[in-house]
């Protein structure tokens, strides 16, 4: 069973870092294209990293700089290092395989004093 299982979410104080995990099961992550998006309530999904299976990764301007997207082989898991937080990075984030539209179920991250 192909299944996206994400954590490491939570409360941060502005300018603060986190690490979100995404940990895959039923497929190798290293075979294909991973992401992550994020959501806040009344908005459209925004991708904020992607990379690809030969390691090459892009970002949008907004998190460009700050956030980080990377793959440990071993543990077949996907993170996204995010530092210099700000209140508008709250939101539920969320990893995906394009490739067959596979979704996480998300984790919230609260960027707030």
């Known amino acids: 069973q192909v299944q996206l299982v994400e954590s490491g979410g939570g409360l941060v104080q502005p300018g603060g870092s986190l690490r979100l995990s995404c940990e895959a099961s039923g497929f190798t992550v290293s075979g294909y294209a991973m992401a992550w998006h994020r959501q806040t309530p009344g908005k459209e999904r925004e991708l904020v990293a992607l990379i690809a299976s030969g390691g090459h990764s892009n970002y949008p301007d907004s998190v460009r700089g700050r956030f980080t997207i990377s793959v440990d082989n071993a543990k077949n898991t996907v993170y996204l290092q995010m530092a210099n937080l700000k209140p508008d990075d709250t939101a539920v984030y969320y990893c995906?395989?394009?490739?067959?539209?596979?979704w996480g179920q998300g984790t919230q991250v609260t960027v707030s004093s």
């Open positions: 995906k395989r394009p490739s067959g539209g596979i």
